[in-house]
């Protein structure tokens, strides 16, 4: 069985974008299917490559802040 360095090293690549042949990949998937944590580090590392990818939100420009501070202004 694959050790959990050389699974986590696999995980790495794959999110690096680096092939890896079906065997890599079949013994990372039963590392992953008899090990809590590098199942977790993997989860854990595709949330943080996920969040990384998101587009920055975008910044809200100050007219738009004064029409909501206005309207405010206008409730009783
Ligand atoms: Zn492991």
Redesign the pocket.
Known sequence: M???KD??ERADALVDGTPLSWRERFALRM??L??????R?VHQLRALVTSLRRPPPEAVSQEKVDAVLDELDKTP
Do not use: G, I, N, S
């Open positions: 694959l050790k959990c699974a986590v590392h992953l008899m090990c809590h944590h590098c199942r580090y």
